[in-house]
């Protein structure tokens, strides 16, 4: 339940906007490369730009309100525990007394439009729609409530990367499932993401009020340590790392070419989330980070160039044989 006093002002309709977070929509850039691996990938032949067009807007509505409905839920039950937390002691479920009719409401009413929306594209994209709502109230709702959970918090938040990869994939081709070594290389990234921000996190909540604040701001935070957190990161990069070789080994081997790319990728975003007072803690505000941004963008362009650029010298790499080294005996 919320944090309310008899002090308290009663919220505003900014405050019931500000809950369902739409600065944090500039997270579904990550259905981006499920457009664009579908649209190189599938080859289901031309593509009726209109239709296509169609299809992208609905599936950025839907993102954006499922996403919404699952935010709103989790500030409104989260308002006890940011209470204790530096800086998101400051949102409208802490600050203000919220009518939980409204909120309900709310929540249901973005789920189902959202939800409607989904399924005028088809049976996959309804199906991946329905996951990611019900994952939001695993996320969030008691008795289950993951993000309670040390390590499955993790595990069951970065599920939302996949879902949003198959919501560009399946607005573009319904009836052909994307390769799950790309989904799990997503899976994998995102749970990098989201462990990175709990190392910032971690070590803002210490620094503001000590350790006994961890358990206060949420149970799993009791668990973690520094070194915990830091090396669990280490694993899912190099999850990421394997799932991404066998994608690209598998379906297009020149774009190993962007590897180095995606390494330095990985080590900034950790050495954002390991510099005080990150942006790593709040993801939405990345968008202040024009070096990432820049570094981001090349490595698209650069899978866009080399899905149409043969590279053959890198086939030795697939090889068997072993290499033979001339005059010697």
Request: charged share 10%; aromatic share 12%; glycine share 4%.
């Amino acid at each position: 339940m919320s944090v309310t006093n008899h002090a308290q002002p009663a919220a505003g309709i900014t405050d019931y906007i500000a809950i369902a977070r739409p600065d944090h929509w500039i997270k579904h850039v990550l259905i981006i490369p499920g457009v664009a691996f579908a649209l190189i990938m599938s080859q289901t032949g031309p593509i009726e730009l209109a239709t296509l067009a169609e299809r992208l807007v609905i599936c950025l509505f839907v993102a954006m309100a499922l996403s919404s409905a699952n935010y709103t839920i989790n500030e409104w039950l989260d308002a006890p525990f940011d209470a204790m937390h530096p800086t998101k002691r400051a949102r409208p479920a802490v600050q203000t007394a919220m009518s939980p009719t409204i909120v309900l409401a709310q929540y249901v009413v973005l789920t189902t439009v959202g939800i409607w929306a989904a399924n005028r594209l088809g049976y996959a994209f309804a199906a991946t729609a329905t996951v990611f709502a019900v994952f939001g109230v695993i996320y969030n709702v008691r008795p289950i409530r993951a993000k309670d959970r040390a390590f499955v918090d993790v595990i069951v938040e970065s599920l939302n990367n996949p879902l949003r990869f198959l919501f560009g994939w399946f607005a573009v081709v319904p009836s052909i499932a994307p390769p799950v070594s790309i989904l799990l290389a997503y899976w994998f990234g995102g749970a990098f993401l989201m462990a990175a921000k709990r190392v910032s996190e971690h070590r803002a909540i210490v620094e503001a009020g000590g350790t006994a604040n961890l358990a206060a701001y949420r149970p799993s935070f009791a668990v973690y340590t520094h070194s915990s957190l830091v090396t669990s990161c280490l694993v899912y990069a190099q999850g990421f790392a394997f799932m991404m070789a066998i994608f690209l080994l598998k379906y297009r081997i020149e774009y190993l070419v962007v590897v180095p790319m995606l390494i330095a990728l990985f080590a900034s975003y950790m050495r954002l989330a390991l510099t005080p007072d990150s942006a790593a803690a709040r993801p939405e505000e990345l968008m202040r980070q024009p070096a990432m941004l820049i570094a981001a963008a090349v490595t698209m362009a650069l899978f866009g160039i080399l899905t149409f650029v043969d590279l053959p010298w890198l086939n030795s790499l697939t090889s068997s044989d072993l290499i033979r080294l001339g005059g010697i005996r």
